[in-house]
């Protein structure tokens, strides 16, 4: 993707080097035990995961050390506020083509752990969304874990963060809600779960409808950015996670949607580029 020297986003906060300290960190152990707890034992995904994004509730510390990012992390930080800037502008001109107002989310760049309104975001729980803030949280070091998971490429992080902005539009349109409402009132944890999925797939549509609509606009892409988006969504599929992890896939556990259909609602809204495409049944 060719994007040096062009605008980048107004709405970063820059955290890295403000760690938070609570207690006992938690390690790639922690992370497999939640993994077992959701994926096995069909515990509630939030409850699994608290230890990985902490409890607001205990007492924290904030701790500034000096951080001084290389030239490459530099160059990153860079790119995701261009990125952003991309979903920034294609987003509020799809607004306004339906008589509406987009209201643009933030995003935060930290390392380790930084606080949140949904709890303490933790690099171990990767990229997420806050719904409470209507903030994007990233640790940049999830580059590395793209990569171990096949996923390389500056398109595979667009993918991610524009997936992050789909739960943003999620929220400001209010179908995050109707859907919370729709699980607390599902006779299982199979149906709940697949609620989920329907969320999680719709964010990867919406995505596409970004990358079709700011590829029109720039003509940035280049040879390869798609295949690096759809391996990324490939390697964040709930059976390809599952058989990472050492677990069987099945279905019923699934949380994100496998990657098949990762591939194919991100690939929806890319050929498409309408965001009324993206009805995954919610």
């Known amino acids: 993707m060719r994007w040096k020297g062009r605008e980048g986003s107004r709405n970063i906060t820059d955290r890295r080097g403000k760690t938070m300290k609570r207690g006992a960190g938690i390690g790639v152990g922690g992370i497999v035990m939640a993994l077992v707890a959701i994926f096995v034992f069909n515990e509630d995904p939030m409850r699994a995961l608290s230890g990985v994004l902490g409890n607001q509730g ?47 989310p933030g995003l935060t760049l930290y390392s380790n752990s930084t606080p949140t309104a949904c709890g303490t975001g933790r690099s171990a729980s990767g990229p997420f969304y806050c719904p409470a803030d209507q903030e994007i949280y990233l640790d940049l070091s999830f580059l590395n874990e793209l990569k171990n998971m096949g996923a390389s490429g ?118 498409s580029g309408d965001y009324n495409k993206c009805d995954t049944g919610i």
């Not at 290389?70 to 952003?84: I, K, P, R, T, Y």
């Open 58 to 104: 205990q007492a924290q510390t904030q701790t500034n050390t000096e951080y001084k990012p290389s030239a490459q992390e530099q160059e990153v930080a860079q790119f995701v506020s261009v990125v952003l800037r991309d979903t920034e502008v294609t987003w509020n001109n799809l607004f306004r083509q339906a008589n509406s107002q987009y209201k643009e």
């Open 154 to 271: 500056d398109f595979a992080l667009a993918y991610v963060i524009a997936h992050e902005v789909g739960h943003h539009i999620q929220t400001i349109t209010g179908t995050s809600k109707n859907v919370r409402q729709m699980q607390a009132r599902s006779s299982s944890k199979a149906q709940s779960n697949d609620l989920q999925v329907r969320m999680e797939l719709q964010a990867d549509c919406l995505a596409g409808v970004w990358a079709h609509h700011n590829e029109k606009r720039t003509g940035t892409l280049e040879r390869g950015d798609i295949q690096e988006a759809m391996q990324a969504a490939a390697s964040v599929g709930d059976d390809t996670i599952m058989k990472r992890a050492g677990i069987p896939p099945r279905k019923e556990n699934f949380t994100h949607g496998s990657s098949e259909q990762r591939m194919q609602w991100f690939n929806q809204g890319l050929r």
